[in-house]
């Protein structure tokens, strides 16, 4: 029913728009966060 409910209802589905943005928005700033550490390790060790 839950299920359902997600993927029916408009509130449901803009909770999933929400849920998915904060996934993707989480994996875009982690990996930006990740290039940056590695940029600066590379600059320390030189």
């Known amino acids: 029913m839950a299920w359902?409910?997600?993927f029916t209802s408009d509130i449901?589905?803009?909770s999933l728009v929400v849920?998915?943005?904060?996934?993707?928005?989480?994996?875009v700033m982690g990996k930006m966060y990740a290039?940056?550490?590695?940029?600066?390790?590379r600059k320390l060790g030189k």
Request: aromatic share 0%.
């Open 4 to 6: 359902e409910l997600l």
């Open 19 to 27: 849920i998915v943005g904060v996934l993707v928005i989480g994996a």
């Open 35 to 41: 290039s940056k550490m590695d940029e600066e390790s």
């Open 12 to 14: 449901g589905l803009m």
